[in-house]
């Protein structure tokens, strides 16, 4: 293994871990609810009473984060490198994966481990694991 | 005031999101790429998020009650059953496909990339496929 020093930002990525615990802070403690990504999205495929203005809300504060973000700094460049077969293949996964496993990086990699729950170390380690296995299998054995 | 609170978080979140540079897929993927050259940013990402969760998880578990007066609403699953942990490995096979996880499609949505609403759209579906399996089963 070789660190990629270049492309290594500590600061910036230890401080929007930070804003991202305090996003899951403010969830809990005022609305008394996991800031789980899927399962706010999944929940409105079976709407309750009360339930959809605030997963609207949280859904909507994400979709208008890169609109409040340029207001202070231009948003980071980003690149896609996945194709358009590739990327609706990898969003069905992450869809059905996702829900049938109950959680997604936020839901079970930064409030399930903060809650120190069995569920979600065994979850966070699988979905782990399946992504360096992927990555591995794809740029390195069949490249 | 619930939605107004989901609201900021949202905002919080995904500004998080945004500095973290997990809205970049390409490093995520770089993170991902232990075999290469492996950009460990993203654990320092997971570290300041559990450790401030740490902090409010441990406050929230001692609650029943949220300061607006809202039950928590903490889950209480505790079994390590193989839908979890067929779920998670595949969405881990998603997400090193593409680099991409929930949170950071709908920032990159919000920033009309249009990559990111394909894998939004592709991401309902299965979720679509979810649903109807499991209401097909019941």
Do not use: N
Request: glycine content about 16%; hydrophobic content about 55%; overall charge positive.
């Amino acid at each position: 293994m070789t660190i990629d020093w270049t492309h290594f930002t500590p600061f910036s990525s230890l401080s929007g871990g930070i804003l991202i615990g305090l996003a899951a802070a403010v969830f809990v403690l005022f609305d008394g609810r996991i800031a789980g990504i899927s399962g706010i999205i999944g929940g409105l495929f079976r709407p309750k009473r009360g339930d959809v203005a605030w997963r609207s809300a949280f859904l909507f504060g994400l979709l208008a984060a890169p609109w409040l973000y340029q207001t202070v700094a231009p948003l980071p460049e980003i690149r896609v490198d996945a194709g358009s077969g590739t990327l609706v293949i990898a969003g069905l996964l992450v869809g059905i994966g996702t829900r049938y496993g109950s959680g997604c990086t936020s839901g079970h990699g930064v409030c399930g481990i903060s809650r120190l729950s069995p569920r979600s170390l065994v979850a966070t380690a699988g979905f782990m694991l399946a992504g360096f296995v992927t990555v591995l299998i794809v740029r390195h054995l069949f490249a | 005031m619930t939605s107004f609170f989901a609201l900021l978080s949202g905002l919080i979140f995904g500004i998080g999101l945004i500095v973290s540079g997990m809205t970049d897929p390409a490093k995520v993927l770089g993170f991902l790429d232990l075999a290469g050259t492996w950009d460990p940013s993203l654990a320092l990402v997971m570290g300041g998020a559990i450790a401030i969760g740490l902090i409010a998880f441990t406050i929230a578990r001692k609650r029943s009650l949220s300061l607006l007066g809202l039950p928590m609403q903490l889950p209480t699953a505790r079994q390590l059953d193989r839908r979890l942990i067929l779920g998670s490995l595949t969405f881990g096979i998603g997400w090193g496909l593409a680099g991409i996880c929930p949170g950071p499609a709908l920032v990159l949505l919000g920033e009309g990339v249009t990559q990111g609403a394909l894998f939004i759209a592709a991401m309902l579906a299965g979720m679509g496929i979810f649903e109807w399996l499991e209401r097909r089963k019941a």
